[in-house]
């Protein structure tokens, strides 16, 4: 990449490297500066999507102004580049990976951060702030749905009807839509996405955030399928996260968001496994296709659900991709 020119004006500038972008359409540079600049390194963020850019800074911003920590952001150029404090290399997910000590502990300080963001962050959004998609609705939902049926079942030589199939996306998009509890939703809260710097916890990558069933973001990190967490950690979590719920919310039923939590773990679990098929599958990147087996594994959890009964074809089609992992 050529050096863009107001990074060159700097005179402290010494170098620049390419870091791991991951399935992120935006690049990522590591910059380096000389001892007597006051930043030793930063992150320099190149995107072409302007508004995408435009929506991270604001969001940024108002985070930042509920005390939730997120990366500063140091210089943003209009155009396509900005830059942003370095937070290092160590992700929740990394912390997990490597056995470094007992993380629990840090899942409770994102969702307990989590709950923060949801229901404190939709006060300070605006129509106008949000970048695509203002809500997770009907169309949302099927486009999730489908993600999974055309990138990934398909793909995967598992024999089902498409009507009946068709039949039971249409229910859980409207089961869903009942929901009371629709806040901030992260909408891709993941182990990646928490950076873990001199022992604190940063959100990053929050700029697809849109209002939504809450629970949502619950799921999509405690049952990252490369996290690989136990069902006794994720039962731990998820009930945390319930009861620092219900410290945030008047009159807040448990039994109503466990329904929204079970529409949550199908939809979350079935989109992940077509996002895998996309970028493993068909885009060949590594570690998509090595997350493709705990995706499947981790499907067994919606065998367990009352609302499956209600579900024959997908909880046939979950069964059959478990006897072929």
Same mark, same amino acid.
């Given at each position: ?31 380096? !500066?000389? #001892? /007597?600049?006051?930043?030793?390194? $930063?992150?320099?963020? @190149? *995107? ?5 850019? =435009? &929506? ?79 809500? !997770?609705? #009907? /169309?949302?939902?099927?486009?999730? $749905?489908?993600?999974? @049926? *055309? ?5 995967? =030589? &598992? ?167």
């Amino acid at each position: 990449m050529k050096i863009p020119q107001f990074l060159l004006e700097i005179p402290e500038f010494k170098k620049i490297e390419p870091l791991n972008s991951g399935g992120s359409g935006r690049k990522y540079f590591r910059v380096f !500066f000389s #001892e /007597t600049y006051q930043y030793k390194t $930063l992150i320099l963020v @190149k *995107n072409d999507d302007v508004r995408e850019n =435009k &929506v991270f800074i604001n969001f940024t911003n108002k985070l930042k102004n509920l005390g939730l920590k997120v990366p500063e952001i140091i210089f943003f150029d209009e155009a396509k580049f900005y830059l942003q404090e370095d937070l290092g290399d160590e992700t929740l997910l990394n912390q997990v990976l490597l056995g470094k000590g007992e993380f629990i502990h840090y899942y409770k300080e994102v969702l307990k951060d989590l709950v923060k963001f949801q229901t404190e962050g939709i006060k300070l959004i605006n129509e106008q702030d949000f970048y695509t998609y203002s809500e !997770f609705d #009907e /169309t949302l939902i099927f486009r999730d $749905l489908f993600y999974f @049926k *055309n990138y990934f079942l398909d793909f995967s =030589k &598992v024999e089902y009807l498409e009507h009946k199939l068709l039949k039971e996306f249409n229910f859980l998009s409207k089961e869903l839509q009942k929901s009371e509890y629709k806040f901030l939703m992260y909408r891709d809260l993941q182990g990646r996405n928490i950076m873990l710097e001199n022992d604190k916890l940063y959100f990053i990558d929050y700029q697809g955030a849109m209002k939504g069933v809450c629970v949502y973001d619950a799921v999509s990190l405690l049952w990252q399928a490369k996290a690989n967490l136990s069902a006794e950690a994720r039962e731990e979590l998820l009930t945390y996260y319930y009861q620092e719920l219900k410290v945030n919310i008047p009159n807040f039923d448990e039994e109503k968001i466990k329904k929204d939590f079970e529409i949550c773990l199908i939809l979350r679990l079935l989109q992940v496994l077509g996002a895998y098929g996309k970028l493993g599958w068909i885009q060949k990147k590594q570690h998509f296709l090595e997350s493709i087996k705990f995706g499947i594994e981790n499907l067994k959890d919606i065998l367990d659900l009352e609302i499956i009964e209600r579900l024959p074809t997908i909880k046939q089609i979950i069964i059959d991709l478990q006897e072929r992992n």
